[in-house]
C-alpha cells in the first residue's frame, strides 16, 4: 500500500501547484456540511505556490545540498513519473490539466469531536467533461498499483443519488459532484457533501458540454435541498471580511468547541486557578471566550507576506483590569524599536505589571490572593528593605527588550561558547524606582556570598553612569561550558524614565547612547500595538558565523563529507540566512476586533550585473 499512498500524496501536491482558475467557479464551500468546526480553504493554490517558488530565499534554499537530496528522492522522482503519465494520456500540459481539474479552489474540513473526526476535502474543478477523463485514467492508475501490490483492500465503485462513489478499505471514500470531487473517511460526511450539491449551480452555458448522465441528474430533485452549507454561514462571512483582502489561503474554526470544552471553565472564567495564565494571556483569553470564531490566513500585501490570526472581539466588553497589555486609547503608544549593532530580535511592548497588584481581588481568587500578600510581606529581605508592592507600582507601562550578537566579551579570555547580549529597558512611572535599582545591584556581591567573585565596575557614557560588574578568576559558578561567565558583565543605568539593565557593559554603553538620541514620543488618538517584535536576519546570519567552526565540525560528522564541502555548505546556509530578510510580528487590541500578525519581508538578491564593453 505504500505506491498507493504515494500516488495520493502525489495527486493531492499536484493539485496544490500551478492550478489555474476559471472565471468565478463555484465556490467549494458550498459542498462542506455547516456542521464542520474547522476548515482550510485555498482559494488561489496556484498564486500560492507560485508566490512561494518565485521568492529567492526558496531558490537560494534549493541550491542546498540537504534540500537537493529531498528533490532527488524515490518519492519526488515518482511524482515526475505520475505527472509525465498524466501530460501524455490526456495530451496537455500539467498546469492546464490543473487548471481544468482543481481552478476552483480547495478546501479541507473537519468536525471535532468524534474519534476519529470525520474529514472532508472538496476539489473544485472548472470543466466536468474533462474531469470524467482525468477521474478514468485516475482510477485506472489506482487499480493497477493495487493489483501490482496484491493489496487486499479493492478499489470499489457504486451510486449515491446517481452520484459517483468510489471506495478503497474502510477509512477512504469519494464521491463526483459535478465537477467537484468529495473525499471523506465517513461515509456519512461523503453523503452529506453530496447532498449539498446544488443543480440549479450548473448554468445554462455549461449544459451543452454536459455528459447524458449528469444531465439525468438535472432533471430530477437532489437530497441537498433545504440543507445548508458553510458558504451559506452569517459567521464564516464575518470571518471572510475580517481577514486580508485577497488571501492566498484563510482558515476558519468554531471557536464554540472551545468554549463547550471541559477545560473552558478553568481557562476562560475568572478568577481562574492558573495565575500565570491570568498574568501573560489573561486579555486575550477574555476576547476568545466572547468571540465565536478565530480565524487566520494567508495574504502577499505590497510586497509582505503576512499571516494574521483575527478575532471578532476587542476593547468594547472587556472589563478594565484585564487591558495590562493594552495601550488605552489617547495613551502613549509602546516605544520604537531599538536597533543597535549586530542586533537579532527587538521587541517593545505595553505591559502594566502594577494593575495586577492594585487589581489583585479582581483578577485572582482568594487562595492566590494571600500567597501574592504573604511574597510582598516576606519581599524586603531580598529587595534590601523594599517590598515586591512598592518596586513594581513604580514600573511604567512601555518596555523594550533587545537581543544582539557581542563580538567583544570585554574580557581577556574569551568563552568558548558565546551567547548573544541582551537589555531590558523599563520605563519608570516613579523616578525613585532608579536609586532603589542602583542600591540592589550595589548590594548584589553581597547577596551572591563567596561561591562568587565580582568587581563593581562604574563607567560613563554621555554623562550618565553605568554600574555593573565583572567576574573575576575563582568564581565557583558550574556550568558546562570553560570560560561561560565570561559572557556576562551585569549592569544598569538610568536615562531620563527609562530603566536599563544589560547583560553586558558593551551592550549598555551602546544601549545609553541610542536612549539620549532618541526624539520624544507623541500620543495617538486609540491604541496601538501591544507587542511588536522584529526578527533580523542580518544578526542570524552573524551568529551563524560565530559558530562556523562547530557547524562545520557537525557537517563533517554528519554527512561524512570532506572539510572543503563541509565549509562551502556552511556558507551557503550563512548565505541563505543573511537574505531572508527581516520578520516582524504585531499584536493589536481594536476595538472590535483582536489581530495578530506576522510580517515578512523578502528581500532580493541582486542580479550580477553585465559587463561593460
Given at each position: 500500500m505504500?505506491?498507493?499512498?504515494?500516488?495520493?500524496?502525489?495527486?493531492?501536491?499536484?493539485?496544490?501547484?500551478h492550478?489555474?482558475?476559471?472565471?468565478?467557479?463555484?465556490?467549494?464551500?458550498?459542498?462542506?456540511?455547516?456542521e464542520?468546526?474547522?476548515?482550510?480553504?485555498?482559494e488561489?493554490?496556484?498564486?500560492?505556490?507560485?508566490?512561494?517558488?518565485?521568492?529567492?530565499?526558496?531558490?537560494?534554499?534549493?541550491?542546498?545540498?540537504?534540500?537537493?537530496?529531498?528533490?532527488?528522492?524515490?518519492?519526488?522522482?515518482?511524482?515526475?513519473?505520475?505527472?509525465?503519465?498524466?501530460?501524455?494520456?490526456?495530451?496537455?500540459s500539467?498546469?492546464e490539466?490543473?487548471?481544468?481539474?482543481?481552478?476552483?479552489?480547495?478546501?479541507?474540513?473537519?468536525?471535532v469531536?468524534?474519534?476519529?473526526?470525520?474529514l472532508?476535502?472538496?476539489?473544485?474543478?472548472?470543466?466536468?467533461?474533462?474531469?470524467?477523463?482525468?477521474?478514468?485514467?485516475?482510477?485506472?492508475?489506482?487499480?493497477q498499483?493495487?493489483?501490482?501490490?496484491?493489496a487486499?483492500?479493492?478499489?470499489?465503485?457504486?451510486?449515491?443519488?446517481?452520484?459517483?462513489?468510489?471506495?478503497?478499505?474502510?477509512?477512504?471514500?469519494?464521491?463526483?459532484?459535478?465537477?467537484?470531487?468529495?473525499?471523506?473517511?465517513?461515509?456519512?460526511?461523503?453523503?452529506?457533501?453530496?447532498?449539498?450539491?446544488?443543480?440549479?449551480?450548473?448554468?445554462?452555458?455549461?449544459?451543452?458540454?454536459?455528459?447524458?448522465?449528469?444531465?439525468?441528474?438535472?432533471?430530477a430533485?437532489?437530497?441537498?435541498?433545504?440543507?445548508?452549507?458553510?458558504?451559506?454561514?452569517?459567521?464564516?462571512?464575518?470571518?471572510?471580511?475580517?481577514?486580508?483582502?485577497?488571501?492566498?489561503?484563510?482558515?476558519?474554526?468554531?471557536?464554540?468547541?472551545?468554549?463547550?470544552?471541559?477545560?473552558?471553565?478553568?481557562?476562560?472564567?475568572?478568577?481562574?486557578?492558573?495565575?500565570?495564565?491570568?498574568?501573560?494571556?489573561?486579555?486575550?483569553?477574555?476576547?476568545?471566550?466572547?468571540?465565536?470564531?478565530?480565524?487566520?490566513?494567508?495574504?502577499?500585501?505590497?510586497d509582505?507576506?503576512?499571516?494574521?490570526?483575527?478575532?471578532?472581539?476587542?476593547?468594547?466588553?472587556?472589563?478594565?483590569?484585564?487591558?495590562?497589555?493594552?495601550?488605552?486609547?489617547?495613551?502613549?503608544?509602546?516605544?520604537?524599536?531599538?536597533?543597535?549593532?549586530?542586533?537579532?530580535?527587538?521587541?517593545?511592548?505595553?505591559?502594566?505589571?502594577?494593575?495586577?497588584?492594585?487589581?489583585?481581588?479582581?483578577?485572582?481568587?482568594?487562595?492566590?490572593?494571600?500567597?501574592?500578600?504573604?511574597?510582598?510581606?516576606?519581599?524586603?529581605?531580598?529587595?534590601?528593605?523594599?517590598?515586591?508592592?512598592?518596586?513594581?507600582?513604580?514600573?511604567?507601562?512601555?518596555?523594550?527588550?533587545?537581543?544582539?550578537?557581542?563580538?567583544?566579551?570585554?574580557?581577556?579570555?574569551?568563552?568558548?561558547?558565546?551567547?548573544?547580549?541582551?537589555?531590558?529597558?523599563?520605563?519608570?512611572?516613579?523616578?525613585?524606582?532608579?536609586?532603589?535599582?542602583?542600591?540592589?545591584?550595589?548590594?548584589?556581591?553581597?547577596?551572591?556570598?563567596?561561591?562568587?567573585?565580582?568587581?563593581?565596575?562604574?563607567?560613563?557614557?554621555?554623562?550618565?553612569?553605568?554600574?555593573?560588574?565583572?567576574?573575576?578568576?575563582?568564581?565557583?559558578?558550574?556550568?558546562?561550558?570553560?570560560?561561560?561567565?565570561?559572557?556576562?558583565?551585569?549592569?544598569?543605568?538610568?536615562?531620563?524614565?527609562?530603566?536599563?539593565?544589560?547583560?553586558?557593559?558593551?551592550?549598555?554603553h551602546?544601549?545609553?547612547?541610542?536612549?539620549?538620541?532618541?526624539?520624544?514620543?507623541?500620543?495617538?488618538?486609540?491604541?496601538?500595538?501591544?507587542?511588536?517584535?522584529?526578527?533580523?536576519?542580518?544578526?542570524?546570519?552573524?551568529?551563524?558565523?560565530?559558530?562556523r567552526?562547530?557547524?562545520?565540525?557537525?557537517?563533517?560528522?554528519?554527512?561524512?563529507?570532506?572539510?572543503?564541502?563541509?565549509?562551502?555548505?556552511?556558507?551557503?546556509?550563512?548565505?541563505?540566512?543573511?537574505?531572508?530578510?527581516?520578520?516582524?510580528?504585531?499584536?493589536?487590541?481594536?476595538?472590535?476586533?483582536?489581530?495578530?500578525?506576522?510580517?515578512?519581508?523578502?528581500?532580493?538578491?541582486?542580479?550580477?550585473?553585465?559587463?561593460?564593453?
Open positions: 505504500r505506491p498507493f499512498r504515494y500516488l495520493l500524496v502525489g495527486l493531492v501536491l499536484s493539485v496544490l501547484v492550478v489555474g482558475r476559471a472565471d468565478n467557479p463555484p465556490d467549494p464551500l458550498r459542498l462542506v456540511p455547516n464542520a468546526d474547522l476548515f482550510l480553504k485555498i488561489r493554490p496556484r498564486r500560492l505556490i507560485e508566490t512561494g517558488l518565485n521568492l529567492d530565499a526558496f531558490k537560494q534554499l534549493r541550491e542546498l545540498e540537504a534540500v537537493q537530496e529531498v528533490y532527488d528522492s524515490t518519492n519526488f522522482r515518482r511524482l515526475y513519473q505520475l505527472v509525465g503519465y498524466f501530460e501524455k494520456e490526456l495530451g496537455m500539467w498546469p490539466i490543473l487548471e481544468k481539474v482543481a481552478g476552483g479552489g480547495i478546501v479541507l474540513s473537519a468536525k469531536g468524534p474519534d476519529p473526526a470525520p472532508l476535502a472538496v476539489i473544485q474543478g472548472t470543466d466536468e467533461a474533462f474531469f470524467q477523463r482525468f477521474l478514468k485514467v485516475s482510477l485506472d492508475i489506482i487499480e498499483e493495487l493489483a501490482r501490490q496484491g487486499k483492500q479493492e478499489l470499489v465503485r457504486g451510486k449515491y443519488h446517481d452520484f459517483e462513489m468510489i471506495s478503497i478499505g474502510k477509512d477512504l471514500r469519494a464521491g463526483v459532484a459535478g465537477s467537484a470531487l468529495l473525499i471523506s473517511n465517513k461515509e456519512d460526511t461523503l453523503k452529506r457533501g453530496l447532498d449539498l450539491y446544488k443543480v440549479e449551480e450548473v448554468g445554462p452555458a455549461s449544459r451543452a458540454g454536459l455528459t447524458q448522465r449528469s444531465a439525468a441528474r438535472l432533471a430533485p437532489t437530497a441537498g435541498e433545504g440543507k445548508k452549507s458553510l458558504a451559506q454561514s452569517a459567521l464564516v462571512a464575518d470571518a471572510r471580511r475580517l481577514l486580508p483582502k485577497d488571501p492566498l489561503a484563510w482558515v476558519w474554526f468554531n471557536l464554540d468547541v472551545a468554549h463547550k470544552a471541559p477545560q473552558a471553565k478553568d481557562i476562560f472564567k475568572r478568577p481562574r486557578n492558573d495565575a500565570i495564565l491570568t498574568v501573560l494571556f489573561g486579555g486575550l483569553l477574555d476576547v476568545i471566550g466572547r468571540a465565536p470564531f478565530v480565524s487566520a490566513a494567508l495574504a502577499l500585501e505590497n509582505q507576506l503576512l499571516a494574521t490570526v483575527r478575532l471578532p472581539r476587542g476593547l468594547e466588553g472587556m472589563a478594565a483590569e484585564l487591558a495590562t497589555h493594552v495601550p488605552p486609547a489617547g495613551q502613549l503608544a509602546p516605544r520604537s524599536l531599538l536597533e543597535p549593532k549586530g542586533v537579532l530580535l527587538s521587541e517593545s511592548v505595553y505591559f502594566d505589571p502594577g494593575k495586577f497588584w492594585e487589581k489583585r481581588k479582581e483578577l485572582f481568587n482568594d487562595k492566590q490572593v494571600k500567597t501574592f500578600e504573604d511574597f510582598d510581606k516576606k519581599s524586603a529581605l531580598f529587595l534590601l528593605g523594599n517590598r515586591f508592592s512598592q518596586v513594581v507600582t513604580k514600573i511604567g507601562t512601555r518596555h523594550r527588550f533587545v537581543a544582539v550578537n557581542q563580538p567583544e566579551c570585554g574580557y581577556p579570555i574569551k568563552p568558548d561558547q558565546p551567547i548573544p547580549a541582551f537589555a531590558l529597558i523599563l520605563e519608570m512611572r516613579d523616578p525613585s524606582l532608579g536609586k532603589s535599582a542602583e542600591a540592589m545591584v550595589r548590594g548584589a556581591a553581597l547577596l551572591a556570598g563567596t561561591q562568587i567573585k565580582l568587581k563593581l565596575t562604574e563607567e560613563k557614557q554621555d554623562d550618565v553612569n553605568i554600574l555593573g560588574y565583572r567576574f573575576l578568576e575563582g568564581s565557583k559558578i558550574r556550568i558546562n561550558s570553560r570560560n561561560f561567565v565570561n559572557n556576562f558583565s551585569p549592569c544598569m543605568a538610568v536615562v531620563g524614565d527609562q530603566l536599563v539593565a544589560c547583560s553586558t557593559l558593551e551592550l549598555c551602546e544601549i545609553v547612547s541610542m536612549l539620549k538620541k532618541e526624539s520624544p514620543d507623541a500620543k495617538t488618538k486609540g491604541p496601538g500595538a501591544s507587542v511588536d517584535t522584529r526578527l533580523y536576519s542580518q544578526g542570524g546570519a552573524e551568529a551563524l558565523e560565530a559558530a567552526d562547530q557547524l562545520v565540525a557537525q557537517t563533517i560528522l554528519n554527512q561524512a563529507v570532506t572539510p572543503d564541502d563541509a565549509g562551502r555548505q556552511v556558507q551557503m546556509l550563512i548565505d541563505w540566512v543573511r537574505h531572508l530578510g527581516p520578520l516582524e510580528a504585531i499584536s493589536i487590541y481594536g476595538t472590535h476586533d483582536f489581530r495578530y500578525d506576522i510580517k515578512w519581508t523578502p528581500s532580493r538578491r541582486e542580479e550580477p550585473k553585465e559587463a561593460t564593453k
